[in-house]
């Protein structure tokens, strides 16, 4: 019968029915506490509440509460189209396939370029999935593997557009930190210039045909 919403850009701690099995407890790393009780007898109204408070979110396209297929990952165009046509031949109703970790030249190294090898001509590829009814979405990782055969890592180390230490090197995160390799390389996403050179390779993508993008890690950003 309630909805909570906390306001607050601060690390926060939630204990829900943990301590105490009929309570929702939370606690603010900071010297106020900003929320909100919503009250509804419906999850629609509570939801209603929430959404007058924080704004309401622009409807997605029909297409993307379909039914998305994926694995880890799709090594090749080939590949791709053979499961499109699976699923058409058996009238499996499917509209998004989401290419993963295997799009660039080798698996996991984000340079945000298609392999030559295993995925050439992708714009003639996405019209043609797209011609057949699928949208293509694509893995994108928000690090820079510092790699030599890593196009993006020598252009934003060049240019300023990693965070840096306190020695002006590349941040590297802890060994022990959890949600990202800690050797890679994070893109300083305050810098306004960093901002446009990754985004224009965003829209670069999209205008090849992409349908959407999956931001994956957020959990590791510090």
């Given amino acids: 019968g309630y909805g909570l919403f906390l306001n607050s850009s ?4 939630w204990e829900v029915g943990t ?3 009929a309570a929702l407890q939370f606690a603010v790393y900071d010297g106020q506490m900003d929320y909100f009780v919503m009250l509804g007898d419906q999850p629609g109204e509570i939801l209603r509440q929430y959404c007058r408070l924080t704004g309401f979110a622009k409807l997605p396209p029909l297409w993307s509460f379909g039914l998305w297929m994926s694995r880890n990952s799709y090594t ?3 590949m791709t ?6 699923l058409r031949e058996h009238d499996i109703p499917c509209d998004v396939l989401h290419l993963d970790t295997a799009w660039f030249s080798s698996d ?3 340079d945000l370029r298609f392999s030559q090898e295993r995925f050439p001509e992708p714009e003639k590829h996405l019209r043609a999935l797209r011609n057949k009814g699928f949208h293509i979405s694509l893995w994108q990782y928000n690090f820079i593997p510092p790699r030599a055969d890593n196009l993006n890592y020598p252009v934003a180390a060049q240019r300023g557009y990693l965070a840096r230490d306190g ?7 802890p ?3 959890v949600g990202s390799w800690v050797d890679d390389a994070i893109v300083d996403f305050s810098n306004p210039e960093a ?4 985004g224009a390779q965003i829209r670069g993508l999209m205008e090849l045909g992409a349908a959407a993008i999956k931001t994956d890690f957020g959990e590791g950003i510090p």
């Fill in 76 to 78: 090749s165009w080939e």
């Fill in 10 to 13: 601060a690390r926060t701690e």
């Fill in 195 to 198: 901002r446009a050179w990754y």
């Fill in 167 to 173: 020695q002006g090197n590349p941040y590297r995160l």
């Fill in 19 to 21: 301590r105490d099995a």
């Fill in 175 to 177: 060994e022990s930190y």
């Fill in 108 to 110: 996991w190294n984000c």
């Fill in 81 to 86: 189209e053979e499961i499109a046509s699976q």
